[in-house]
C-alpha cells in the first residue's frame, strides 16, 4: 500500500524535490517554495504533516536578523520515498 502521507500531490512534490538534495543537505523555506510555485500557507501544513512523522527535519534559524527556515529529509524520510517509489515502480510494471 502507498504511503497516504507521500501519496499527497503536494507532500509528493515536496518529498521528491528533497530528495533530490544530497544526503544531509538542506534547501531553504523560500527556495523550496520556489520550486514548488506554492503558497507559503500550503508549503507550511504540507511541511507540517511531513514533519509529524519524521520525514522532513526543520532547521530554525537566524540569517543576520532574519529568521530563516532550512528542510531536509531525514533517514526515515528518505528511506520511505524510496520505499514509495518502488512500490508505484511494482505497480507500473505488473503484467
Not at 507550511?44 to 543576520?64: D, M, Q, R
Amino acid at each position: 500500500m502507498l504511503d497516504p502521507v507521500i501519496h499527497a500531490q503536494a507532500r509528493l512534490r515536496i518529498m521528491a524535490t528533497l530528495s533530490g538534495l544530497a544526503e544531509g543537505d538542506e534547501i531553504s523555506f523560500p527556495r523550496l517554495r520556489g520550486a514548488l510555485d506554492m503558497t507559503a500557507g500550503n508549503l507550511s501544513t504540507h511541511l507540517s504533516k511531513l514533519e509529524e512523522v519524521n520525514y522532513i527535519k526543520v532547521n530554525k534559524t537566524f540569517k543576520g536578523r532574519s529568521p530563516a527556515t532550512y528542510l531536509g529529509l531525514t533517514a526515515q524520510g528518505r528511506r520511505a520515498f524510496e520505499d514509495y517509489v518502488e512500490q508505484l515502480r511494482a505497480m507500473i510494471e505488473r503484467p
